[in-house]
Every structure is written in structure tokens, then in C-alpha cells.
């Protein structure tokens, strides 16, 4: 793959590129769904493939195959010269690049157990027994599980030097009950919603999570929410479990953060952001326990690596600090745009046809101390949500409605009645302000997100964002009918 | 810069099929199917009145479903060359082997058992084959159009082709082309949007679109805080075919109704929507963009899913209408989890001009469009989501003062059963995630839609 990058770059220098970066990789993946007794799916793919991205005449261009050949390596270097110069004809400001050292280097994310070396009796075995569990249940219409598991092997060049192999291994599971009644349908799911739980590791990961042996407990909840009162709508103390917690950092503090939207280049799609570069170490983001970092350098995480994808150091950045907004996530250009010095790493594609995108690494609000009970034991009535649902945010990411699967009652510090169909919306700095506990570091996890979706064309990327139990107050709960 | 063959296609029905030919009799198979796609296409993403990204991709792609005894699986590869396709088909038989029993896998169709599809084929040749220069030129028209410094969207192009292939005897293809773009004018946080999209970038008047979007932001300065609230509203077509999509998405598909999921399962055969209401899915109606036959190759029929209001059909692929006992008809998503789909759906176009939409509201709210919708209650397709980009007043039968933007908390089927007028004109509306597909939307006049609270801008 090295020898077609580097026929790519001498072909975008030689066609007049300025600066000009080749991204090649080897992606392989693994999809399981089993529902009750039955697989339902079973689909392995590999996508092999290179890009290359160019500097001409100020402006950018980028080309992508997936046809492994010395001719269409030079092709793509002279193509992606030629979409730069048509791109040269419409801009007003040219990209300008902050430095970055050449990183010549290896890295593999740690990995116990390969998945891709486990049988695949094994893990279609360790599903089923969990779906068929939850499927003894009658009143259980849908008991499913899932896995997925990619390893993605990319090598990266640049026209300055740089020269960086990674391999990343990212894997995940979940079990999810669905029970229906008279046309109302409620889900529990373990261990997080929407394909579970997924983190940098091996199948070590899918082992530790013991899915058979919460199979009845999620199964027994989904019915239960059939019968269970509504979330009411009021104005009232919320504590968001660590899952809902990723969900509210993830759309509120991780989308608004990222430098590219601050500047209006997602405006189209995505939307913006109601944070500015003048906002930079003054704006109130929330309350002073409020802190929150961009870190690439924790293990585990889905956004953990050691160099971004135009082979940039990952670093760990303060985003929010004491509930002041202190930084951004950034990228080479942005980093120049905004006069920084260096870019702080969180370039990614999604895969080797795409355009890298500033993207979350991992997205943390650091813990504070204590446990969910102490968490609950200061509440006197309030209302304490679990696992996401549901989520929507306005463009600029201020006005936002999320959703939780399963919440109870608290009533004097303990909780009480379970609780179905529970909503809360708010204001972002105003709901952030309303933060007065974090978790301490025994409840804090690192989550992994495997479907935050951005771009143009769209590209799914795999975030991680560490959180832990944390409390609300004065948050609306319910929906507004 | 173009890798079109000599069809103007990124891959034609010969080397599609002799691509595949290599592995439907894979030892050890007892009945093999592949699915082979291939695109070249380029987007140019402007923001900030100038081009900021410009990409071109060739992407070839071929899943190879491998099927032994009532056990399948499947394996895709981008590579399309003999040796890889093999590799594919072996990893996929080892998946199958591996996997559970299956008594409802229907097995795979045969030209006998489904019929042939026609192809649609609604290719143009030019817009395949745009170079940089030409999409380049194209955001230069756009952004003179604006006048604005503020201007973002994206100016796409593109040609794609599928084959299916299987031992069991079928063999379709067909391609479509497909040219879009959007534009987002925003003065000094007054933002206005417009877009356009077909087969044919000469069918594309991007310049329209732009002029469409410079003169909402132009008339959303000064927007007006209004009371949250239940309005008569008029919806454009890009707000009605969000929407739609989330509609076919919550319940059109014969799974989600098998499941209890859609609001099929209990509400088959009543009225749900208006009188005024048809939305079926329909591949060749003149304004879709997609292909014939679907993931297994079984022809793509015309599914009224709302017929004059009422819920009659769900859309179907093999598994699932092999459950209810009914004919497929032809929508299998390529994913079993997921099921079948309705990748082109329509919603038929009604009698009313849009001036006469809003000429028949006294006091209600104009909607351009929505942003980030998402689904609150599946069976009772209860959404939430943001209106953006153009949000006013209708006063008096006109549009009057601009307004801050609304969170809706509305269920689509009940804003549908209020709808008073549908639009004469229909847009084609290109999705957002995928280069497949196509949505065609009137605008509508709805009788009540809530708005659950607004946000300041």
C-alpha cells in the first residue's frame, strides 16, 4: 500500500500540489444480529483502498479509489490536483496550515483477545443464549443481540515527511428487550442502547459484559414500562445515568465545540455552533463543576489513537474548565484560522474515500466524587433517567430534547416508582448551569458512541466520551403537547 | 478525470456480470448471490461564500450471500477481481455454517418465482461525467446568485450502478445519475435555504435555488419571538419530505408491523390520514431517482402504502411476504435486520398552488424546513425535531414577519389526517446519508401542528 501512496504524492508534487497527504487502509468488519433462537444477520466486509488529499493554489482537493494499481495511483494524484485548482477558482481565503513535526511511527491499539480469532460459533452461542433468554418472557415480542467488531489498518504519508502505520481494533455488543401492548412498544437495552457498548478492545471487552446474565432483568423492565405511570411533566431535580450523560455531553458540549462548525463550515448540514472564537476563555459554559476534555490519549476509548488523520498528535485538551469554555477541537487549518499554534488532533475519516473531518476523540466530563447513592441520597424529589433514546438539537445546538429509556421516582433520596417514556429538554449554558454533582471516579466510564454521523458526503464515525452519574436541577422533564 | 466505461456508467451490465459469474457456483454453496455496485461521483461543499472540500470517489462494491441449507450469510469486498470475490464467498460460507438455524429464510428467488424487472435507467450521460472545472462553475453561479459572504451548501454529481446476480438464475441490472444541490444563505444570522436535485444536472437550476435562499434570509431579519403553541401550518416541500422519510421509516416496512413496531399493526385497513393523502412508493414516477428491482432482485412494484388516507400496505421483501402469505413486492433493504424498505417514496401531488396554501391560513406559521428530527414514539409516529432556515408568520392569507425558530413535538399521521391542501408541485428531495434514493414531496397546509417551545434564534 506504501509504494501506491507514494506514487499518489510524487504524482499531486508533480502536478503542482503545494502540500499533498495519501491515506490508505484495510478495513474489516463484523456484524451479528441474533433474534430469539434465529441469526438474523451475519455480514463481514472489507474495504481496501487509498486517497489522496492536495494544497493547490490555496484551496483543497481530494480523490479516492478503491483500484490497487500504479496507473491509478498517478491518476489520483493528478486528479485530486485538478479538483484543487477548480477549487481555487471560488474561494476568498487561502488554507493555510499550522505545523506539525513529522511523525514517523507505529501503533497498534491494545488488544487482549482478537475478535477476528474468535469462532464464530461462539459468539453467535454467547448471543443467543441471551436473546432466547429474554425471549422465554411472553410478553417479550422482540428479544435481539448484536455485535460488531472492525479493525481498520491505515497508513498515512505526507508530502512533509510524516510516515504513520496504526492498526485500531474497536468492538461491541448489546441485548435489547422490546415488549408491545395495544399498539405501545418499550425497550430496555444492555449494556447502552443502539448496538450497546463499544470501546477500543478485543472481544475481552463482549466477555466482560456478561449479557446472558441481564437478559431477565431487561427483559423483565420492558414489560414492566407497559404498565408503568408516564415521566410527568414538570420542572424538577434530574439525575442522568453515565449512558445518558455520554448522549448530553456528546450533542451539547462535543458538536459545539468542534472548531469547523464554530466557523460556519457545517452550516449547511449540520448547523453551527452558539459558541464563538471571541467566546474563548470567558463564556460561561456551566457551573464550575463542569469540566470537560477532548482526550486521544486515554485507553480504550473509540476515539483514542495516536495520530489524527493529517497526522497530528493526539492530545488530551482542556474544552471546559471550572464551567468556562477554555478550548476547541481543531484541525490543521482551523488551528491557523483561529490563530493557534498547533492543531490539537481530532482529524478523522471515516474511511479511506473520505475527506477527514474534525471529529470527537474522546469527549469527557471529568468525575467528582462520591457515588450515584450520594448522588440520590441530596434529592428530595426528583427524577432519575437511564439509558438513551431518543435525541434532537437545534442547529446551533442550544435547544435540545433528549430521551431515556427507563427512569424512576426519587422520593427522599431513594428512588422510588419506575417511570416510562421520559423526556427532558433545555437550553444548553442554561441546563449545564444546573450541574451540582459529578459522580466520583468509581462510577466513571469511558463509552463509545459507533454512529455520530457529519459531513458532506455523510461519514459515521466511532466517538468516545467519559462520563459518570451527574445531577441536574431545575431541568423540564416531559414533552410539551 | 473520468473512470466511466464507454456506457457512461462506472461499471456496465457485462463486467458486472462477469464479475460475479466467478463465484455463483462456489464449492460448498448450495445457492450463491451477488450484489455489485459501483459509483463515481464528486461533490464540492462551499461554506463562507468559498469552496472548502471538493472530493471525487470510484467506489466499487460487491456483497456476495452465500446459502447453505436454511442458513445464509454474506461477505463484501471492494475488490472486484476474482481472487477477492472468492475470499468474500469463502468467508461468507464459513458465516453460514456458523450461524443458527433459520425455518423463515425464503431461499433465494428465481426469475420464475418473481418475474424480470425492467430497468429504469434514468442515467444522463453529462451529468455522470462533470469534471471539477464544471462543478466548480456551478457554486461560482450560486455564489454570484447570493451576493452573500455567508453562503454554504454543497453542489453534487454523480453516476451509479447495481447488478444483482444469483445461481438461482437472476441477473438485473440498471443505474441512475443523480445531480444535487443546496444552498444556505445566512445574513447576519437571518438565514434563508433552497435546493434542487434530479437525474439531470441540466434539470437543475441551482442559480433558482439560490435566489430561493437569498430572499428568505432577506425576509428573516428581525425575527419575532411567538408563543409556542398548536398552529394551522403550510410545510415546504423540503419539511414535508423530512417528514415522510421519518414516516417510512417508523412504519412502512412489513417487518416493523410484523414486530408491533409500525403503525401497521394496529391500524391496517383505517383511515390515518386525510382524504387528500396518497404516498406510495414508486421507483419510475418521473421525479424519483433509483433502480428497478431491490437487494434480492425482485422487481420493484408500485406500493400506494396510504391510499386516499387510508393504511393499506405495507412494503414487503421475500422473508416478510413470505410471512403474510402476500406477494413480495420487491423491497428488501439489503439488511435482514432491518428489513424491507421504501427507498422512493412519493407523495402524490394535490391541486393548490403554493400562494393559495398560504392564502388560506388567517393566523398560522410558514415552515421552510426541518432540522434533526427524530422519533419519539414509533406506533404513534410522534417526532421531535427544530424548523430552520425561513420559519414566518402567515397573516391574513400572507406570509407576514419572520420568526424564531420552534421545537415540534407532533405526530405525523395526525398532522396528515388535518391536512386541508396539498400542493400542485412536487420536488424531488435527495437524501442525506446516501447517494440512493429519493424523496418527492408537495407542500402541504396542515390543520393543526404543535410547536412545543421556541428557541432564540
Known amino acids: 500500500m506504501k509504494d501506491l501512496l507514494r506514487e499518489a504524492l510524487d504524482a499531486a508534487l508533480g502536478a503542482g500540489a503545494t502540500y499533498a497527504d495519501a491515506r490508505g487502509g484495510e478495513y474489516l468488519s463484523e456484524a451479528l444480529s441474533v433474534r430469539g433462537p434465529t441469526v438474523e444477520s451475519l455480514d463481514r466486509t472489507e474495504s481496501i483502498g487509498f486517497g489522496v488529499r492536495v494544497l493547490a493554489e490555496g484551496a483543497w482537493g ?79 415480542r422482540v428479544g435481539r443481540g448484536t455485535m460488531d467488531f472492525i479493525r481498520q489498518r491505515t497508513a498515512f504519508l505526507s508530502s512533509e515527511g510524516s510516515d504513520i502505520t496504526q492498526t485500531v481494533v474497536h468492538s461491541g455488543a448489546g441485548i435489547e428487550a422490546t415488549s408491545v401492548r395495544d399498539g405501545e412498544v418499550q425497550t430496555r437495552s444492555y449494556p447502552g442502547s443502539f448496538r450497546g457498548h463499544f470501546a477500543a478492545a478485543g472481544y475481552e471487552l463482549v466477555e466482560s459484559m456478561d449479557l446472558a446474565g441481564h437478559a431477565d432483568r431487561i427483559a423483565d423492565e420492558a414489560v414492566a414500562l407497559l404498565s408503568a405511570p408516564e415521566c410527568p411533566s414538570t420542572v424538577t431535580t434530574v439525575v442522568l445515568d453515565g449512558h445518558q450523560v455520554m448522549l448530553q455531553v456528546h450533542e451539547s458540549v462535543g458538536h459545539p465545540t468542534e472548531l469547523d462548525r464554530v466557523l460556519g463550515m457545517e452550516a449547511a448540514f449540520a448547523g453551527t455552533s452558539f459558541v464563538g472564537i471571541p467566546d474563548l476563555n470567558g463564556l460561561r459554559y456551566g457551573s464550575d463543576r463542569m469540566n470537560i476534555t477532548a482526550d486521544a490519549t486515554i485507553p480504550g476509548g473509540l476515539g483514542s489513537y495516536a495520530f489524527d488523520d493529517e497526522g497530528v498528535e493526539g492530545q488530551r485538551v482542556d474544552l471546559v474548565k471550572e464551567g468556562i469554555l477554555v478550548g476547541f477541537q481543531s484541525s490543521r487549518e482551523t488551528a491557523a484560522r483561529m490563530g493557534a499554534d498547533r492543531s490539537n488532533g481530532t482529524m478523522r475519516a471515516e474511511g479511506w474515500e473520505h475527506f477527514p473531518l474534525i471529529r470527537m476523540t474522546n469527549i469527557n466530563l471529568l ?115 | 478525470m473520468s473512470v466511466l466505461s464507454r456506457s457512461g456508467l462506472p461499471l456496465d451490465h457485462d463486467d458486472a456480470r462477469r464479475a460475479a459469474q466467478g463465484v455463483l457456483d462456489f464449492p460448498g454453496s448450495e445457492g450463491v448471490e451477488v450484489v455489485v455496485s459501483a459509483s463515481s461521483s464528486g461533490i464540492t461543499r462551499y461554506a463562507n461564500s468559498q469552496i472548502i472540500q471538493n472530493t471525487v470517489r470510484n467506489e466499487i462494491r460487491a456483497t456476495v450471500r452465500v446459502v447453505t441449507g436454511d442458513r445464509s450469510a454474506s461477505a463484501t469486498t471492494t475488490q472486484l477481481d476474482e481472487e477477492h470475490l472468492v475470499m468474500a464467498a469463502g468467508r461468507a460460507l464459513e458465516a453460514a455454517k456458523a450461524s443458527l438455524p433459520d425455518p423463515d429464510f425464503p431461499g433465494l428467488p428465481t426469475p420464475g418465482d418473481v418475474g424480470r424487472p425492467e430497468p429504469v435507467m434514468r442515467v444522463d450521460e453529462a451529468t455522470g461525467a462533470t469534471p471539477p472545472a464544471a462543478r466548480a462553475e456551478a457554486v461560482g453561479r450560486i455564489l454570484a446568485a447570493t451576493g452573500s459572504d455567508n453562503t454554504a451548501g454543497i453542489y453534487e454529481t454523480g453516476v451509479h450502478s447495481y447488478g444483482v446476480f444469483s445461481s438461482a438464475g437472476i441477473d438485473c441490472f440498471d443505474a441512475f445519475s443523480r445531480c444535487n444541490t443546496t444552498c444556505l444563505v445566512d445574513l447576519g444570522g437571518a438565514t434563508g435555504w433552497g435546493e434542487a436535485s434530479s437525474y439531470a444536472a441540466a434539470e437543475v437550476d441551482e442559480e433558482a435555488a439560490a435566489l430561493r435562499a437569498r430572499r428568505k434570509a432577506e425576509r428573516s431579519h428581525n425575527a419575532m419571538d411567538v408563543d409556542s403553541g398548536t398552529y394551522q401550518v403550510v410545510l415546504e416541500p423540503p419539511a414535508v419530505a423530512a417528514l415522510v422519510d421519518y414516516l417510512a421509516y417508523m412504519g412502512f416496512g412489513a417487518k416493523q408491523m410484523i414486530e408491533g413496531e409500525s403503525f401497521f399493526s394496529t391500524r391496517r385497513g383505517e383511515k390515518v390520514a386525510a382524504d387528500s393523502i396518497t404516498i406510495t412508493d414508486d421507483v419510475r414516477h418521473p421525479a424519483s431517482v433509483g433502480i428497478g428491482f431491490d437487494f434480492e432482485g425482485v ?149 393543526k401542528f404543535h410547536f412545543a417551545s421556541t428557541t432564540s434564534h
Open chain 1, 62 to 140: 481530494f480523490a479516492s479509489s478503491a483500484v490497487l494499481t500504479s496507473d491509478e495511483a498517478k491518476h489520483l494524484g493528478a486528479t485530486a490536483v485538478e479538483v484543487a485548482k477548480a477549487s481555487a477558482t471560488a474561494i476568498n481565503e487561502r488554507v493555510e496550515l499550522v505545523p506539525e513535526p513529522v511523525h514517523v511511527a507505529e501503533w497498534s491499539s491494545p488488544v487482549v483477545r482478537d475478535p477476528f480469532d474468535i469462532p464464530l460459533e461462539d459468539k453467535v452461542s454467547l448471543l443467543a443464549g441471551a436473546t432466547e433468554s429474554m425471549e422465554r418472557n411472553e410478553a417479550v
Open chain 1, 367 to 481: 468525575p467528582g466524587e462520591g457515588s450515584l447513592e450520594d448522588l440520590l441520597a441530596d434529592v428530595d424529589d426528583g427524577i432519575y433517567m437511564s439509558t438513551n433514546k431518543s435525541w434532537s438539537i437545534d442547529d446551533k445546538r442550544k435547544n435540545f430534547q433528549f430521551g431515556c429509556e427507563i427512569a424512576w421516582e426519587i422520593k427522599n433520596g431513594k428512588l422510588g416508582r419506575m417511570l416510562k417514556d421520559p423526556r427532558y429538554t433545555g437550553i444548553t449554558p442554561v441546563f449545564w448551569g444546573g450541574l451540582d454533582a459529578v459522580a466520583g471516579k468509581d462510577e466513571w466510564q469511558v463509552w463509545g458512541t459507533p454512529n455520530c454521523g457529519k459531513g458532506q458526503p455523510g461519514q459515521t464515525m466511532r466517538v468516545g466520551h467519559g462520563t459518570a452519574p451527574a445531577r441536574f436541577r431545575n431541568v423540564s422533564t416531559g414533552t410539551a403537547q
Open chain 2, 299 to 447: 422487481p420493484k412494484q408500485r406500493v400506494a402504502v396510504i391510499d386516499g388516507g387510508e393504511a393499506t400496505h405495507p412494503v414487503t421483501d421475500l422473508r416478510t411476504a413470505r410471512k403474510l402469505g402476500v406477494p413480495a413486492t420487491g423491497h428488501f433493504s439489503g439488511s435482514n435486520e432491518f428489513g424491507p424498505y421504501p427507498f422512493n417514496v412519493v407523495m402524490e401531488a394535490g391541486d393548490t398552488e403554493l400562494d393559495e396554501l398560504i392564502g388560506g391560513v388567517d393566523d398560522g406559521i410558514l415552515v421552510t424546513r426541518f432540522h434533526y428530527v427524530n422519533i419519539l414514539d414509533r406506533p404513534a409516529t410522534l417526532l421531535t425535531g427544530m424548523t430552520r432556515d425561513g420559519t414566518f408568520r402567515i397573516s391574513k392569507g400572507e406570509v407576514a414577519e419572520p420568526v424564531h425558530n420552534f421545537r415540534f413535538a407532533q405526530s405525523v399521521l395526525d398532522a396528515l389526517s388535518s391536512v386541508q391542501a396539498v400542493g400542485r408541485e412536487v420536488v424531488s428531495i435527495a437524501p442525506d446519508y446516501s447517494s440512493f434514493g429519493s424523496t418527492v414531496a408537495p407542500a402541504l397546509r396542515v390543520g
